[in-house]
């Protein structure tokens, strides 16, 4: 059973793969958008213009990282998006990989002087090649503001001995992989950010079972347990 890779620009967790000599897939790309209201005031990224009730919005959205270029003192508006976690691979029919949990999401406003400020848009973590963990996601930054990358999905296992394969923390945490006799933990996602990875509970031995990882966490929800 296959997961499939998160979406660039909603720093999503790559899928861990069910089953097979098979490689997980990678998390999505992070993304920053910055808007503010009135007369236009700064450069960098996609700049667009909205209404927001009456007021002209411009919005910066930075799908790479880019400088934000501020010529007047604004207090501007944040959703900071860091890259999802990678999930893991899995090996053999019965043990499968752990989601990678989702980039760490921050939304608010802040005062920003004039000047050069560096934005840095996560890249996701590339998923598990089979029985290895995937890697983690990148963080996103702006104006000393960090979304913590996701966290990496566990490998799953199918040898005989006795695994706790737990999930990488980040934003949101990776799920924990499936294994032969040991109970695994999804990693720990930032408070504020997002949530914990899947645990994996349902513990099978040889074939007489199959063990589904722990899927990632977002940042609505935990991700499920098996």
Same mark, same amino acid.
């Given at each position: ?5 998160g979406?660039d ?6 899928g861990g793969f069910?089953a097979g000599l098979?490689a997980?897939?990678?998390g999505?790309d992070?993304?920053v958008?910055?808007?503010y209201p009135?007369?236009p ?7 667009s213009l909205i209404?927001v009730d009456?007021t002209p919005y411009?919005?910066?959205t930075?799908t ?10 604004k ?8 890259g999802g976690?990678g999930?893991g691979g899995a090996?053999?029919?019965y043990?499968? $990989?752990?989601?990678?949990?989702a980039?760490g999401?921050?939304?608010?406003s802040?005062s ?9 848009v ?6 598990g ?5 995937g890697s ?6 702006f104006?000393?503001l $960090?979304?913590s990358g996701?966290?990496y999905g566990?490998?799953g ?5 006795t695994l706790q394969?737990d999930?990488g923390p980040g +934003?949101s945490g990776g799920?924990? +992989?499936?294994?032969v ?5 999804g ?5 504020g950010?997002?949530?914990? #990875?899947?645990?994996?509970t349902?513990i ?8 589904? #990882?722990?899927?990632g966490g977002?940042a609505?929800?935990? +991700?499920?347990?098996?």
């Amino acid at each position: 059973i296959a997961g499939s890779a998160g979406t660039d620009g909603l720093g999503g967790g790559g899928g861990g793969f069910g089953a097979g000599l098979t490689a997980g897939f990678d998390g999505g790309d992070g993304i920053v958008i910055i808007a503010y209201p009135f007369v236009p005031a700064a450069t960098g990224g996609t700049v667009s213009l909205i209404d927001v009730d009456g007021t002209p919005y411009f919005v910066h959205t930075f799908t790479s990282s880019e400088d934000f270029v501020l010529s007047k003192p604004k207090t501007v508006e944040y959703l900071i998006v860091a890259g999802g976690g990678g999930g893991g691979g899995a090996r053999g029919g019965y043990w499968g $990989a752990g989601g990678g949990g989702a980039g760490g999401l921050l939304t608010g406003s802040t005062s920003v002087a004039v000047g050069t400020l560096p934005v840095v848009v996560g890249t996701g973590g590339a998923g598990g090649p089979s029985q290895t963990n995937g890697s983690p996601g990148n963080n996103s930054t702006f104006s000393g503001l $960090a979304a913590s990358g996701g966290g990496y999905g566990s490998k799953g296992n199918d040898t005989a001995a006795t695994l706790q394969l737990d999930g990488g923390p980040g +934003g949101s945490g990776g799920g924990a +992989g499936g294994t032969v006799g040991a109970v695994s933990d999804g990693g720990s996602g930032v408070g504020g950010q997002g949530n914990d #990875g899947g645990d994996v509970t349902a513990i099978s031995s040889g074939s007489t079972g199959y063990t589904r #990882g722990g899927g990632g966490g977002g940042a609505g929800d935990a +991700g499920a347990s098996n």
